[in-house]
């Protein structure tokens, strides 16, 4: 697959600092795959997707939640009807002050690749009303970082001391592992 770049000038509209879309995503294979120079944060709002990086490909279902630092090349197809993935781009220079003042979550810094977690049923829906909100306001930097700090406290509040390149399913194992209601069933 060839690369292309996507720059932040091409997808924030002038004076915001985050765009989000809403995206159905067809079973087509992409053509190419891409990088940006900002950071994409992006998850899985229906579906399953198929995930294509330089590495291989990989599936991603509904709840999926990834991160990408600029530079991470990646695509995304969809698999089967209905396959809707919510992506957020976040300005170069919004990402630059949150990583000053942040704590270190390896999640947010996503270094060597992509950063992978999961959201249940409940986070989901949290996000999205989120999301929401977000795609009603005017997209500055007190809306990016309304959007984006609950989020991050919330993952700072479920680590699981995993590698951000651990398997998705055992993210989400060791996050549910934290919910005493997992275990009263047996």
Known sequence: ???????????????????????????ARPKALHTHDFTELFWVQNGTLRHHLPSGVETLTEGALILLRPGQPHA????????????????????????????????????HGPARTHRDSRQLVTLNHAAGLLERGPCDSLAAEAFLLPLLADLIRHETGLPTGAPTWLHRACAMAHDPAIYRGG
């Open 1 to 27: 697959m060839t690369q292309r770049t996507l720059t932040h000038h091409d997808v924030l509209p002038p004076g915001t600092s985050i765009h989000l879309t809403r995206a159905l995503l067809t079973p």
């Open 76 to 111: 995304l197809q969809g698999r089967g009807d209905a396959a809707l993935a919510v992506s957020i781009a976040i300005h170069p220079d919004l990402v630059q002050s949150l990583d000053a003042r942040l704590p270190s979550l390896p999640f947010w810094l996503a270094e």
